[in-house]
Every structure is written in C-alpha cells, then in structure tokens.
C-alpha cells in the first residue's frame, strides 16, 4: 500500500514517516506540509517526494497516515477520504463533535478504512494487559499522567495547541481512554476540575456501573512526570506497566499492518474513526464538566 504522510513536525517526520520507511508491506510515497519547505527537508531524510500540493500527492497514493494538530486534522482527513484514501489518523480525531462527525462520514461515504493511532492500543503489553482485564469483572480504573511537555529536552516544547488550557484533557486523554473504555465499557457521564496549574481530574462513569478516574498534567516537574494505568476487580488490581525502546515505531508500523488488513477485508477496525469519535463525545462532556463545575451526559 502506497502511503503519504500528511504533516511534517516531529511526530510526522520521527515517527510516522520513519515507521512507513522501515515497513516491510507498505511504501512511503511523499510527505505533505503547508510550508514546502519543510515538507521538503522532511522528505529529504527519507529519499521522497516533499510538497505542499495535497491533490497531487492523494493523487498519487492509496492511504495516508495523518500527523497535524487536531484543528487542522478533520479538513485534511474529509479531503482525503473523497479522494479514495484510507486513512491513519492521529488523536484527537478532532476538537469538536460536529468535526469528529464529519470525518466518520467522510469515511462512510467513500467506503475506505480508518485507524486512530492510539499508541497504547498497538503495543504487545497493552493488548495482553487489555485480555487479563476482559476476563475479570472490573468496577474501577484509573489513569494517571504527568507530563512535562513544555520542558527544554521536551521535543513537544514549541506545540502551540499543546499550550492550551484543555490541551491536557485532549491529548492524554484519548490514551485513557483507548484503555479503559474497552475493559470498563462505554462512558455516560463526566465531571472533573481543573488545579491551578492546569492539571486536570476527571471521575467518569461507565455503562455497566464502573467509574474511573483520570490525573491529568502538561506542566509537571521532571522529577514528577510519569505514567500510571491500572484497573481493579474480582482479580486484584491489574498494572499495565510500561515498555522500553522505540515503542512509537513499533506500535505505528501495527497501525500500518491493521489499516491494511482493514481495507483489504472491509472490516471495521475497534479503533476507527467512529471510536474516535466516540473519544471527542467523552472528552467534550469532560471539557463541559470542567467549565460548568457540575455532571455531564455525555
């Protein structure tokens, strides 16, 4: 499968460009961005195509792995599902519902396959972590986050939309979710506040009666940043623990492969673009508890 990669910062040049390049099934066509010099130097470590004509390069592949900030993302994502594409695109899917709806049918409508690169979901650890948790009878789960995105050896620094007060929420966010939905079940009903350092908590409320919590930071200390996932159940409590090594590369190229076997078959994969957009319902509920100090349906 011919691909592009639309994006040309960090995590479209070191991580999206540099799984498609190394694919053994899948070929790196060309690399779009909307400064073309940019596209160009990006396209240049890789012996491809650089351009700023986004037609032109639709054109000339079959799908396209999606790396832009979530505002710019569903135009791009629209554009590329009319033009037969399919599509890998990256999270959020968008920042609003109306957008996220837009790109679900886009993709409905052009018949081609959509994933949600959700990092988490293609690692080897996680998807066994995922079949422990389905086996038990789960009635919590927590996510904790801290992050240092704006610190000097960051190289999400200069990230304007990372920047936003309800940055934290949409971009770690959705990795929350990828976990936690699927073991605890869909989410009905959000509240959450905001600390003055912007970190943000939020207790969500599952379908079947679990509730889980999510902590929440862009702006922690170094020596404070770190991950943490565990649900709870008749089984104890079940880590998720983390992995070593280029585990990006690693879970892109599973992206890539299951895209693939997506199209060919025609089968939706369980981290779609309608998954995502399920993700943006959840998250917009969360941002609209935060505001109004108060529970909201999602």
């Not at 040309?8 to 694919?23: D, N, P, Q, R, Y």
């Not at 998954?275 to 999602?298: D, F, S």
Request: aromatic share 6%.
């Amino acid at each position: 499968m011919r691909f592009a990669v639309l994006g040309s910062g960090f995590w479209a040049t070191e991580v999206h460009a540099a799984s498609l390049a190394e694919h053994p099934d899948a070929e790196l066509v060309g690399i779009w961005g909307r400064d073309a010099g940019k596209a160009q130097a990006a396209a240049a470590r890789y012996d491809v195509a650089g351009t700023d004509d986004l037609d032109a390069l639709l054109a000339d592949v079959d799908a396209v792995s999606i790396s832009v900030p979530p505002a710019v993302q569903p135009d791009l994502a629209v554009r590329a599902a009319e033009a037969g594409c399919h599509l890998l695109l990256e999270k959020p899917v968008a920042l609003s519902v109306a957008d996220a709806d837009r790109v679900v049918a886009a993709t409905a409508a052009a018949g081609v396959a959509s994933v949600v690169f959700l990092t988490f979901r293609f690692r080897t650890s996680a998807t066994t972590w995922l079949e422990q948790a389905s086996r038990s009878t789960l009635v919590g789960g927590s996510v904790t986050w801290l992050a240092s995105t704006f610190a000097a050896d960051s190289p999400f620094r200069g990230s304007v939309w990372r920047a936003e007060p309800g940055a934290p929420l949409w971009d770690l966010g959705p990795h929350a979710l990828s976990l936690l939905t699927p073991v605890l079940g869909p989410v009905v009903a959000a509240q959450g506040s905001r600390a003055a350092d912007g970190t943000v908590n939020v207790i969500l409320e599952h379908e079947a009666g679990p509730t889980s919590t999510l902590t929440l930071s862009a702006t922690a200390s170094p020596l404070s940043a770190g991950e943490e996932f565990w649900v709870h159940g008749d089984a104890g409590r079940l880590v998720l623990l983390p992995e070593e090594g280029r585990t990006a590369h690693l879970a892109h190229a599973v992206a890539v492969t299951e895209l693939q076997a997506a199209a060919l078959t025609g089968g939706a994969h369980p981290c779609d673009a309608a998954y995502g957009a399920e993700q943006v319902r959840v998250l917009a509920a969360a941002e609209a508890a935060i505001a109004a100090g108060a529970r909201q349906r999602v």
